[in-house]
């Protein structure tokens, strides 16, 4: 039963670390929580839920991360006669990302979030293990590397995203999935003060990243700080909490170390505020104040030259110009100028875009991602192509946490699609969640929508940074996800 | 027994992320003008009375781009970046709604973003 396996490994989660509950007892108290009965109840529902469509059609799923995979399972669950295929490379797809940020902090190991893909297949659906080189929608057909022509009558795009490293001058590479190919980009990230926890082997350079930093602190006596340099760049990225995490991360480890007074923090994003939403973005500030962060806003890091150590940001800003009689208001010019910085240690965010061939192709968009209606999920021009995930066109929401929400609209209005009904029952409402770790032992849980106000699930203080969330994050959200979302339940 | 209530408090967490009780709570905003009349009023001076757009003034057309295209700008533009933090695609259009807003001249993106494509857009 799925139900008891994601609490087996919530019991194996709190197993691993110190200080928590005895199995035994942690057992004891599952078995008597009527909280507990109500998870496995539900869940157990689920479970036995029994095909709800009888509707028919070859569907291929191009990307077998969370997001395609979640999707594969649900429809495997909800359709009778299922005829899925899912077209996806990388053999550890599945690999679980959020806890990249727990691996540069060194809570846990690389093998805690890695995942084979072979194990989250849904039962019948096909596996093509190949990169999908070309879309064809006007011909319902995409093209695999190896030549392969794959038909489809309904396409779900769920590709994810590409970490532009390259597109940093002085950097090189791109990665696909986080848990791929990455030799390139690792020539200059991972080392010698560069780093970056956005893909699995980039966190674990980082944790030895930090413990250098610690080393080079206790070693220094100039009276100028050391400085530590984190960027957020000028493109929609994923989790958009990660940049400033890594932060408090450092900032905690720092601090324990003893060494706190030694270095400079310094969050250099693009854009000009913290957060979308206005509560998060004061409750940040203040986060940021107590520890004594600085921050530089709207500079974008564009050059690094990694033997010198100096980075180079693109700071912008508006001046005021002539009065404009139309608008009855000053007109305001863009200026922007080239500011170097000298760094010890810096976290890059990575830019981040569709890959090539989707914005190439008929599919993609101008800007590369998939254009869909952000409520349906369909896209606006082939009705029988839906996308899902970071590759999708949608505000705010390249989160797991977000694909979380996505996959259950997608499936509802694909098979209504299917079943050849006009009105697509499901709309997506932009919910996603940023667990924010602001240090080794607490959380701000954000959550909200396109409304842009706090969502809060719990009838507790969103903005407040509390225990029982860093506890949500490290032991249940995972299981929650790969025993969960993967297998179309949670 | 501190441990025990916070373990049973993350398993409360994880029936409630489960998907219980989290239904679109969207609220029906109020505006003070129709999209058509914000248009008119303002947006025409720049974008153009077809939405053509002014290269003089650094206004794009508008009355090209796509309705989900329309939304995903206006998004950008009412929200400052489509991302949580990312930075505004168009800064100069994000400062002019502050001050459109604050003015009373805004609108909702889905409604302003059907109103442009149904009245302007050429490829239809």
């Keep these: 039963m799925k139900s008891d396996k994601i609490i087996e490994e919530i019991l194996g989660e709190i197993e691993k670390h110190e200080g928590a509950l005895s199995r035994r007892d942690a057992m004891k108290l599952l078995a008597a929580s009527p909280i507990a009965a109500g998870v496995l109840a539900g869940t157990a529902t689920t479970t036995e839920a029994y095909a709800s469509s009888d509707a028919k059609g070859k569907i291929v799923i191009v990307g077998g991360g969370l997001a395609g995979i979640a999707t594969a399972a649900k429809l495997t669950n909800k359709l009778s006669n299922p005829d899925i295929t899912i077209i996806e490379p990388n053999p550890h797809s599945v690999s679980y990302q959020p806890g990249q940020t727990l691996v540069a902090a060194g809570v846990w190991q690389k093998s805690d979030i890695t995942y084979d893909t072979a194990n989250f297949i849904p039962k019948g659906a096909k596996w093509i293990k190949e990169m999908v080189v070309s879309f064809d929608p006007a011909n319902n057909k995409v093209k695999t590397q190896s030549g392969i022509e794959v038909a489809y009558d309904y396409l779900v795009v769920a590709t994810g995203l590409v970490l532009d490293f390259a597109s940093i001058k002085g950097l090189e590479g791109e990665i696909m999935s986080s848990a791929s190919e990455n030799e390139v980009v690792r020539k200059k990230v991972g080392k010698n003060g560069v780093y970056s926890i956005y893909f699995a082997d980039g966190a674990v350079d980082t944790y030895k990243g930090i413990q250098e930093l610690i080393a080079k602190a206790k070693a220094h006596t100039g009276s100028e700080k050391l400085q530590a340099l984190f960027t957020d760049p000028a493109t929609a990225i994923k989790c958009g909490g990660a940049p400033k995490k890594i932060m408090y991360i450092i900032h905690d480890l720092l601090t324990k170390a003893g060494v706190r007074d030694k270095v400079e923090l310094t969050f250099c994003p693009s854009g000009d505020k913290m957060f979308g939403v206005p509560e998060y973005n004061d409750a940040i500030f203040e986060q940021f104040k107590k520890r004594g962060f600085k921050w530089e806003f709207k500079t974008n890091l564009v050059a690094i030259d990694t033997d010198k150590k100096v980075a180079t940001f693109e700071y912008k800003w508006l001046e005021k110009g002539e009065y404009d009689e139309d608008l009855k208001e000053y007109t305001m010019i863009p200026m922007s100028k080239n500011i170097e910085k000298k760094y010890d240690f810096i976290h890059i965010t990575p830019p981040q875009k569709a890959p090539d061939l989707i914005g190439k192709s008929p599919i993609g968009s101008s800007k590369g991602w998939v254009p869909v209606v952000k409520e349906t999920l369909q896209h606006v021009t082939y009705k029988n192509v839906f996308a899902i995930g970071d590759v999708a066109a949608l505000p705010m929401a390249k989160t797991g946490g977000s694909a979380r929400k996505e996959y259950a609209v997608l499936v509802d209005n694909l098979i209504a699609v299917m079943e050849k009904k006009e009105k697509l029952p499901a709309a997506y409402d932009g919910y996603t969640v940023c667990p924010l770790i602001t240090s080794l032992g607490t959380v701000m849980l954000a959550e909200f929508n396109w409304t842009a106000k706090p969502t809060p699930s719990f009838p507790l203080d969103p903005t407040q940074e509390r225990w029982i969330w860093w506890l949500l994050k490290v032991y249940a959200l995972k299981p929650m996800t790969i025993y969960g979302m993967l297998s179309g339940r949670a | ?124």
């Design chain 2, 1 to 124: 027994m501190k441990q025990l209530t916070l373990i049973c408090m993350t398993v409360a967490s994880l029936a409630l992320l489960s998907g219980c009780g989290d239904k679109p709570k969207s609220e029906a905003a109020k505006y003070k003008y129709s999209a058509a009349e914000v248009y008119k009023e303002t947006c025409l001076h720049c974008h153009g009375n077809k939405g053509e757009g002014n290269p003089e003034k650094k206004a794009p057309a508008i009355n090209k781009q796509s309705i989900q295209e329309l939304e995903m700008s206006l998004f950008d533009i009412k929200n400052g970046g489509l991302g949580q933090s990312t930075a505004s695609e168009h800064e100069v259009m994000e400062h002019n709604m502050k001050k459109l807003a604050e003015k009373g001249y805004d609108y909702d993106i889905k409604v302003m973003a059907s109103y442009i494509f149904n009245t302007f857009n050429i490829s239809k």
